[in-house]
């Protein structure tokens, strides 16, 4: 058998009851006896305000009339419902003692049963008056809080941690879009629509605050705070758009172990507060850097400045830390003559909340010196403290003041009346002089009392309603001078902003009266018509003549001298008389002047007329017609006249091409001969009389070929090439060219060039007439310096991506010309004196032909010349590029002497005999030797069995399938073009280098030199 356990004595039971919270008890049911206490502890009848009573105790009707009726009923049934389910009951319920004090006490039990029909209770009992009172003195701040929150637009949320639930108020869902029951009752739900860079830093969690260094479940955590969290963060709505908001938190309910369970807290939507602060940011930074100056000032006594942005020393010299640490009075920086009415204005801001606009007046500098401002100021409403503080955006005015002092000065000094009114209040802001002389002084004064009153108005009922008056012009009188103004009105800005009306009056006094003695002559405004050698009518819209003034009657049906009230139909015939009538609509349409053309027969002769018709007003056309039969005759002899004076022109050129080729022809030939004879072995004076020949041919042929080109050029038949050529190239040539006369003439050529490495750009355009240019203007330098220096420069700049502006500046320290001559230096034939020629020669052409070229080159030549001192000749070109300049590669080009140089190997030469025997002795002469064919065919067969370095063909030989069959088969092979200067090449041949007649051996060595096909001799 089990041993039984020995009841547990009395008095321990009672020291282990009073280790335990509340009070211990014990109670029976059964059907017999009823409800029956069978334990209690001291502290249970305590909680009732009984004395202990004798155990079992069966409660009266007075015990449980202590417990209030709606809780006695949940007792019942948790007690009924404990012994169903055999276990525990809990309940929070009141009681109330016979002093009407109601206290909460907290009790649970857990049921046994002994038998069917019996049942036991064990459990405690605890007095929770207090705590229950706290709790629900906190359940209704929370609900005052929660009612503050909505009504203020905030939301509130509870975090019950131990559920890991959080509850979200419908105004916080509705803050970013979502209803109830859309968004998880869960923190993940919330925490992932935080915006990237707001989320926390802590990789252990996924608490929202990125400043927080610890979560819930760390020792140090925010959630052992005792205060309250703040936090600001974006998060993200429905819609997909972020909202800022701050989010206010705090633990307002602990489990026993002090852990936190309940986190309460509110969110509020921040977003336009931060917006603001980013407008101000930005506002801050566009005053920081711009010329507009903001200064903030309290609004007390003396207006202690408690910011400004930090432009503002540009404009007073203090700056902004001076002015706002120690908070400097405003008003002791206005100036004093200004205090009082800053004064008033700021009263009026004060006053209606209005935003003074420009208000101008004087601040003193930190040199005390006076600084016209225009400032827009306002109360500033912005914070908390707005109420108290005036904030001013200030504008540096100084310039304009100085411009309305100028632009008065300026007033003052016409004859014109001019007159400034304020339309808001009538009063005059200014009258200049001119005004003062009529009217006295008018400033400050009303428009309508001492400027207005005194006019008649030519309309009558014209009045001076200022609104009226925006823009119009009408004509006055004024009765005291007894002069008439026409006087125009117009609505300006003002120079501090307001729009005003500008009054001018211009003296029409005379104009009037010529009107009036006008009006009263008719028969003198009638003679004045007749006086015009044409026929004029005055047109209705509908194309009748209202009145006329028949110069002529041939054109019309009508000899009366004036036709009046008759259509167009009984005037002339019916064709041109619907001709006129259409061009009368059609200047009634466009308003503008119509031109008609149309021919009558009259007397079996064809007489030509022309008809103007303008619109006078609403209701009249004027109509004027002038007989053009000699006119257009006299047109016709003029026309015939230019063109025989074009075919005479044509003719001359002709001509003078023809005989240019016919003299060159031989001339080649002489140059020759001359150039053999002066290798052979001649006397002193045979020498001279040989270089006496040469020098009369050049310059014969330099004649010849000037009175050409200026032949051309007059009949507008010079064609300029358009090929790729490198400018520096061509310019360090021609130079180089020269350098043996300059020094023999014991002067000194140089050669400069600005164009940067990455401007080496190959131009298109006429290279050898530019040559043609550059030779004229160098030559005539070395002619008229003696014993100096010619430099020529040269520089190019772009003008966009594709053209170029060339310049060619030729300076020399030679004789110089006056200025009063410079303009003769361009006229054919023209030399700055007599003597000039006879001492230096020439024919007067060179300049006027190169200024021609280069202007038809779209170019220009400028002339700067001090006499004694020298000239500076300058040639500015607009050419394009062969390719953008932003593709072109830098070439390093540098001006280099020649060196005399022999060929490798034979030339060809393709010509048609004339000179043959010529080229073949110059050539020989320095060792060059050539083989000589008429025929192309033939040329090809030579090319194929020779070694040639060049080949040299005339221009009349070429043709394109030749040259394409070289270009095919030998492309490596040089070929030069021989070029008479009266011929000029096929644009298809214009890529191939040229050399002009007469060929010489030196040329011939030049361009091999090119090449490469040289040697050293």
């Given at each position: 058998m089990e041993e039984k356990k020995a009841p547990m004595n009395h008095d321990v039971l009672l020291e282990i009851a009073k280790s335990i919270p509340g009070s211990l008890f014990q109670c029976e049911y059964n059907k017999a006896d009823g409800f029956s206490i069978t334990y209690a502890c001291p502290e249970f009848w305590n909680i009732f305000q009984m004395n202990s009573q004798p155990l079992p105790y069966f409660p009266d009707s007075d015990f449980f009339d202590m417990i209030l009726e709606e809780d006695l009923t949940a007792l019942y049934?948790?007690?009924?419902?404990?012994?169903?389910?055999?276990?525990?009951?809990?309940?929070?319920?009141?009681?109330?003692?016979?002093?009407?004090?109601?206290?909460?006490?907290?009790?649970?039990?857990?049921a046994s049963d002994q038998n069917k029909n019996d049942f036991c209770w064990n459990g405690y009992i605890k007095d929770i008056t207090d705590d229950k009172m706290q709790r629900l003195s906190l359940m209704e701040d929370q609900k005052r809080w929660r009612f503050s929150l909505e009504e203020a637009g905030a939301g509130f949320w509870e975090w019950d941690i131990k559920n890991e639930t959080i509850y979200r108020s419908a105004q916080t869902l509705r803050m970013i879009g979502f209803e109830e029951g859309e968004l998880a009752s869960n923190t993940q739900s919330w925490f992932e629509r935080i915006h990237p860079e707001d989320r926390p830093d802590c990789p252990d969690c996924d608490i929202p605050y990125h400043e927080l260094k610890r979560c819930a479940i760390c020792p140090d955590g925010w959630f052992d705070s005792?205060?309250?969290?703040?936090?600001?963060?974006?998060?993200?709505?429905?819609?997909?758009?972020?909202?800022?908001?701050?989010?206010?938190?705090?633990?307002?309910?602990?489990?026993?172990?002090?852990?936190?369970?309940?986190?309460?807290?509110?969110i509020i939507d921040i977003t336009s507060q931060k917006n603001l602060e980013?407008?101000?940011?930005?506002?801050?930074?566009?005053?920081?850097?711009?010329?507009?100056s903001i200064i903030r000032i309290k609004n007390k006594e003396e207006w202690p400045i408690v910011y400004s942005s930090k432009n503002i020393s540009n404009l007073i010299g203090y700056s902004s830390s001076e002015l706002t640490l120690q908070e400097k009075p405003f008003l002791d920086l206005i100036h004093p003559d200004d205090q009082a009415r800053v004064l008033r204005e700021a009263k009026d801001i004060e006053r209606t909340n209005k935003v003074s606009q420009n208000f101008i007046y004087r601040l003193i500098n930190d040199q005390r010196e006076p600084v016209w401002v225009s400032v827009v100021s306002k109360k500033d409403t912005r914070f908390e403290d707005s109420e108290d503080h005036f904030i001013g955006y200030i504008n540096d005015f100084t310039y304009i003041m100085q411009s309305k002092r100028q632009m008065k000065t300026v007033m003052n000094a016409v004859k014109t009346l001019?007159?400034?009114?304020?339309?808001?209040?009538?009063?005059?802001?200014?009258?200049?002089?001119?005004?003062?002389?009529?009217?006295?002084?008018?400033?400050?004064?009303?428009?309508?009392?001492?400027?207005?009153?005194?006019?008649?108005?030519?309309?009558?009922?014209?009045?001076y309603p200022s609104e009226e008056l925006d823009e119009m012009d009408f004509v006055t009188f004024h009765p005291e001078s007894t002069k008439w103004y026409e006087t125009s009105v117009a609505t300006i800005e003002w120079i501090n902003g307001k729009y005003v009306h500008l009054v001018i009056q211009n003296d029409v006094t005379e104009l009037i009266e010529a009107l009036d003695s006008l009006k009263q002559s008719e028969e003198e405004k009638e003679s004045l018509l007749r006086a015009i050698p044409d026929n004029i009518f005055i047109l209705n819209t509908q194309g009748k003549c209202l009145k006329s003034f028949i110069r002529s009657s041939e054109s019309t049906k009508k000899k009366d001298w004036i036709i009046q009230e008759r259509p167009l139909e009984d005037c002339f015939s019916n064709a041109v008389a619907k001709e006129l009538l259409a061009a009368c609509q059609q200047a009634i349409q466009t308003n503008e002047i119509i031109f008609l053309e149309y021919e009558l027969t009259i007397d079996h002769k064809t007489k030509q007329f022309e008809a103007r018709f303008l619109r006078l007003n609403q209701d009249t056309i004027l109509m004027i017609e002038r007989d053009m039969t000699n006119i257009k005759e006299l047109q016709q002899i003029t026309e015939n006249a230019l063109n025989v004076a074009q075919d005479s022109v044509q003719v001359k050129s002709q001509f003078l091409?023809?005989?240019?080729?016919?003299?060159?022809?031989?001339?080649?030939?002489?140059?020759?001969?001359?150039?053999?004879?002066?290798?052979?072995?001649?006397?002193?004076?045979?020498e001279k009389y040989v270089q006496g020949i040469n020098a009369g041919i050049e310059t014969l042929m330099h004649t010849i070929n000037s009175v050409l080109d200026l032949s051309r050029i007059e009949s507008g038949q010079l064609d300029l090439e358009k090929v790729p050529f490198n400018p520096l190239?061509?310019?360090?040539?021609?130079?180089?060219?020269?350098?043996?006369?300059?020094?023999?003439?014991?002067?000194?050529?140089?050669?400069?060039?600005?164009?940067?490495?990455?401007?080496?750009?190959?131009?298109?355009?006429?290279?050898?007439?530019?040559?043609?240019?550059?030779?004229?203007?160098?030559?005539?330098?070395?002619?008229?310096?003696?014993?100096?220096?010619?430099?020529?420069?040269l520089d190019m700049v772009p003008i966009d991506n594709q053209k170029v502006k060339l310049t060619v500046s030729i300076t020399d320290t030679g004789i110089g010309i006056p200025s009063h001559q410079i303009n003769n230096l361009f006229q054919p034939f023209m030399q700055v004196d007599s003597s000039t020629t006879r001492k230096y020669g020439g024919s007067g052409l060179g300049l006027p032909i190169a200024k021609q070229i280069v202007e038809l080159m779209g170019g220009h030549m400028t002339v700067e010349s001090e006499p004694l001192k020298g000239s500076c000749f300058r040639v500015v070109l607009p050419l394009?590029?062969?390719?953008?300049?932003?593709?072109?590669?830098?070439?390093?080009?540098?001006?280099?002497?020649?060196k005399t140089k022999e060929p490798m190997d034979t030339i060809l030469i393709i010509e048609t005999k004339q000179n043959r025997s010529l080229f073949q002795r110059l050539l020989l002469k320095q060792q060059v030797l050539c083989d000589f064919s008429v025929h192309l065919q033939e040329a090809i067969e030579w090319i194929e069995q020779k070694n040639y370095s060049a080949i040299f063909i005339e221009n009349q030989c070429l043709n394109d399938e030749w040259l394409g069959q070289i270009s095919q088969n030998h492309p490596e092979l040089p070929l030069f073009l021989l070029l008479d200067d009266t011929k000029k090449s096929p644009s298809l041949f214009q890529h191939i280098p040229q050399i002009p007649l007469p060929l010489t051996a030196n040329k011939v060595l030049q361009e091999l030199e090119k090449t490469g096909n040289t040697k050293e001799d």
């Open positions: 049934q948790s007690m009924t419902k404990s012994m169903e389910d055999q276990d525990l009951w809990s309940l929070d319920f009141r009681i109330q003692y016979p002093t009407k004090e109601v206290r909460w006490v907290h009790a649970w039990a857990k005792t205060n309250t969290i703040e936090m600001t963060y974006r998060i993200r709505k429905k819609d997909g758009a972020y909202l800022w908001v701050l989010d206010r938190g705090k633990v307002v309910e602990r489990n026993p172990d002090e852990t936190p369970r309940l986190f309460f807290g509110y980013e407008s101000l940011k930005a506002e801050r930074a566009l005053f920081e850097h711009g010329p507009t001019i007159l400034v009114i304020d339309p808001s209040d009538d009063a005059i802001l200014f009258s200049n002089e001119a005004a003062h002389q009529i009217y006295g002084k008018l400033e400050g004064k009303k428009s309508i009392d001492h400027f207005w009153s005194y006019h008649q108005f030519s309309t009558s009922g014209k009045k091409a023809n005989m240019s080729h016919e003299i060159r022809t031989p001339m080649n030939g002489i140059i020759g001969y001359v150039d053999l004879l002066y290798e052979t072995s001649l006397s002193k004076s045979q190239e061509e310019v360090a040539y021609i130079v180089e060219s020269f350098l043996p006369y300059a020094e023999k003439n014991n002067n000194q050529i140089t050669f400069t060039h600005k164009i940067p490495s990455s401007l080496h750009a190959t131009l298109l355009g006429d290279a050898y007439r530019l040559r043609q240019v550059l030779n004229n203007l160098i030559s005539n330098a070395l002619k008229f310096t003696s014993k100096g220096s010619i430099t020529v420069s394009e590029t062969e390719t953008p300049l932003s593709d072109q590669l830098s070439i390093n080009h540098q001006l280099s002497i020649h």
